[in-house]
């Protein structure tokens, strides 16, 4: 899940500016895109019933790569849990309660995996 932004320092700088002349100083990093190995994302996966009309659905959450990564990922459990979802916000949704074969899934991947929640 993205951190909430509170103050506007946490954005990250210049939004936008009207000089004609202004030009972006160099040190300036929109985002830090360093790529973090499997073994060194924490991942939660747990059961969600929360606003879904009491179905259930396997949340996973604490992806530190890109979207496009999360997207394959989540392409690929959903393909091997035979079901639907999806991965947006850092997070990925697979329908139904999958927690335990998506654990064992994501830990053969490389990845360091606590089951959360009740």
């Known amino acids: 899940m993205k951190p909430k932004k509170k103050t506007l320092s946490d954005l990250g700088g210049i939004m936008y500016s009207t000089d004609p002349s202004f030009v972006i100083p160099s040190d300036y990093n ?3 895109n360093s ?8 991942l939660r996966v747990m059961l969600d019933k929360k606003n ?7 949340l996973i959450t604490g992806f530190r790569m890109n979207e496009e990564e999360v997207e394959r990922l989540g392409k690929q459990l959903k393909t ?3 079901v ?4 947006k ?10 927690r335990d074969k998506i654990v064992d899934m994501l830990l053969k991947e490389g990845f360091k995996v606590k089951k959360a929640g009740g």
Request: glycine content about 20%; hydrophobic content about 30%; overall charge negative.
């Open 30 to 32: 929109e985002q830090d």
């Open 35 to 42: 790529f973090v190995a499997n073994n060194q994302q924490d």
């Open 52 to 58: 879904r009309g009491g179905k259930a659905v396997t």
């Open 80 to 82: 091997k849990c035979g």
């Open 84 to 87: 639907g979802g999806t991965a």
């Open 89 to 98: 916000d850092g997070e990925i949704l697979i329908q139904g309660d999958f």
